[in-house]
């Protein structure tokens, strides 16, 4: 059986060639951010490898931006990184022609400190970092609305800033940083929404949040493709094999419960 193969490439380090996409139906490049995450998708492509003779080049990356550029601009046929509401505002902001070929796994976001044990015990005008990317801010903001901690302006509106914040009643102090930082910066601040695909690998459980989403989240991750793409037969491929038991099994190893299959 060939290898898989795994190549680790930075935001800087990466250079995107217009193009460059292999349209060899027998191999595909797939985009993901470095992490557990990646070695979930190491099993889909050594599934895809064995039951359908394709090989899958796993690209990663360490910022959610570059994944969606080099996509775009064919150096990948595939990424699987990100939700429906981060494309959709990435596809708005930056004119991208994608489609979900399909979905992966719920991984609920939650919101840590290192300092205090319960939403309780935060203080007035506490420091919260939040992730700036469009809509995973606003998905933590709507976490607060609803655990009644702010009221926002809208609170179905999934790009909401603090901006969009009608009542602060704690007068919580919020900084906007990048996702990939935000492990870094909790022992800065008093509390600190983390996606998982971050907070997993610098050792936080979902079960320590003074806040989390539930099963119920909408923000499935996906399988996103070019346009007109999600029909190509290796992109169905790589698909099917990711959404099976074997890599449900080692979402569930990596993860726990804090992956839920999101084509169920």
Request: aromatic share 8%; no cysteine; net charge negative.
């Amino acid at each position: 059986m060939r290898k898989t193969l795994i190549g680790t490439l930075t935001a800087s380090a990466l250079t995107l060639a217009a193009g460059a996409a292999v349209a060899d139906e027998h191999a595909i490049k797939v985009g993901t951010v470095a992490g557990p995450e990646t070695d979930v998708m190491k099993v889909a492509a050594e599934i895809a490898e064995r039951e359908y003779g394709l090989e899958v080049e796993i690209i990663e990356f360490t910022d959610y931006v570059t994944p969606n550029a080099a996509l775009a601009d064919g150096s990948l046929d595939a990424n699987a990184y990100q939700h429906e509401p981060y494309m959709r505002s990435m596809v708005e902001d930056r004119g991208y022609d994608f489609a979900i070929a399909g979905y992966t796994f719920v991984y609920p976001i939650g919101a840590y400190s290192a300092k205090y044990d319960s939403i309780d015990e935060l203080p007035e005008g506490a420091t919260i970092a939040l992730p700036n990317d469009p809509s995973n801010e606003g998905r933590s903001l709507i976490l607060m609305h609803n655990g009644g901690l702010l009221t926002l302006q809208d609170p179905t509106f999934l790009e909401a800033t603090p901006l969009d914040i009608a009542e602060n009643p704690h007068d919580f102090d919020f900084r906007e940083i990048e996702a990939a930082q935000l492990p870094r910066v909790l022992p800065d601040v008093d509390m600190a929404f983390i996606n998982n695909t971050f907070a997993q690998p610098a050792g936080l459980s979902l079960d320590d949040a003074l806040i989390k989403e539930g099963a119920e989240s909408p923000y499935v991750n996906l399988i996103a493709v070019r346009g007109g793409d999600e029909e190509r037969e290796a992109i169905q491929q790589l698909v099917e094999a990711y959404q099976t038991e074997e890599v449900e099994a080692k979402a569930s190893e990596l993860f726990g419960p804090q992956a839920v299959p999101g084509w169920k």
